[in-house]
């Protein structure tokens, strides 16, 4: 029974985290950070350098320390010292089975403090948090929290006895880091407002994203450079296809006969209910002239295409891409198209009616439309150009970009006199059915409806 062996819990350096002596003390050196520790006596360094070749106990890298040092003192420095590297993230918490290989490790990402608690009275009591979260990684299973930048890396058995509830199988050190990572929670706990209100992937995605100093590496790191070519920003028109060419509005005139800025914030609302027949292609042409098209693109130091459009972008990437399904615009035949923004016209996607008549009734459901709208637009991420360069945090990114579309569109719809809902989600089977687009590479992100609004409409709100 796991509950019976002896175990040790020891002191290991992570992976990702170099540490090397400096004058005066250590250099610790991260994926993509660096910090110098001060440690005074030269002994402690050596014997805390000594875990480049082994993990062991705290205790035996004092007790090392110590002898290395000749000096009493040398304990407390070596103390000081562990404890400002636990609080770097340098160590990791292993647990080993006598003369085996390691069952459980406490361990995290970037530049977070490991530093193992004592184990509660009640654990035995406590369950597997709602939020934990398992994946695969060499052999073992990770399992973490978006509660915790912590995380608690299990040999499988331990994770499938861990899975039962039957926590009194499991040793106490493994216990005692599942504990200290927030894994295992009170009944209390699990039954709050504040814990029931995330989903676990949620509250996972959240603090991956926006924890900055919990990756090995975060933000535009271009990790994927060294294995891949970047992804050009412009597509070629498809073979066979012939594009729409699409008016260019006067943006000389708008600048004079467009109402002031403010007067379109206080008065931008969301529409559902369109004039059939009304909507033109014209319209179309400024919105999407005026909100998306390119101005430049450029290549970065890296050779990654950086654009230059109307709206801003994460380093100007600009992964977002645009796809109209057409239902009732004049001068537009019916069909899903994708715009290039960089020519100014549409690429025909599709003219089947079948996948048109799918994806407006899926609008249809969301914004309980008795008809489809003129148009809907939707956004669709080409995740190769974000990811690429961005790490830790890409999908954040793109979240960010998709809502500074939004209110781009919003902003101008207003002066061309047409209405527009944004929609929460979308469906990621119909775009790939729709356009054909691997959903590692390519999936939806937004979608927005579109058309010559109804005046009539009641504003829900009761305003003017």
Known sequence: MLETLTVTTVLAIRASVALESTDGGLMVRGTSWQQRVEVPDPAVVRAILDLVDGPAAAEEVVRRAMIASGQLAAAVVAQRAIKRLQQLGVFEHVLFEPGGDPIATLTTEGAQPVALLPLPADVVTRGLSPHAVATVSAGGVVVQSGVSHLQVILRPDLYATLATGDLTRLPEPVLAMLCTALLLLTQEEQS??????????????????????????????????????????????????????????DLATARHTDPPLADVMERRRSRRVFQAGATTLDQLGAL???????????????????????????????????????????????????????????????????IRARVNADVQMTTRGA???????????????????????????????????????????????????????????????????????????GMMVLGSFDPAEADPWGRP
């Not at 535009?220 to 260019?248: M, N, Q």
């Open 192 to 249: 709050s407002r504040r814990v029931r209100q995330w989903h676990a992937a949620d509250l996972w995605f959240h603090r991956r994203n926006n924890e900055s100093r919990g990756a090995d590496g975060y933000g535009g790191t271009y990790h994927l450079a060294a294995d891949f070519d970047p992804l050009p920003y412009a597509r070629p028109v498809p073979d066979g296809v012939s594009p729409v060419d699409l008016p260019v509005p």
């Open 288 to 354: 999407l002239y005026r909100s998306l098209r390119v101005r430049q693109v450029h290549p970065d130091d890296h050779g990654l295409d950086v654009v230059d459009r109307p709206y801003p972008s994460g380093g100007s990437v600009h992964e977002i891409e645009t796809y109209v399904v057409a239902n009732d615009i004049a001068g537009l035949a019916p069909g899903v198209y994708r715009y290039a923004p960089e020519r100014h016209q549409l690429d025909p996607v599709t003219s089947d009616p079948v």
């Open 371 to 445: 008809v489809p709208p003129p148009f809907a637009l939707i956004f669709a991420a080409r995740f190769g150009r974000l990811m690429w360069k961005y790490q830790g945090m890409p999908y954040s990114l793109l979240t960010k970009h998709v809502g500074v579309v939004y209110q781009t569109i919003y902003l101008n719809a207003e002066p061309l006199g047409l209405g527009v809902c944004g929609i929460g989600g979308t469906s990621l089977g119909l775009f790939a059915a729709a356009t054909g687009a691997d959903p590692l590479e390519e999936g939806a992100v």
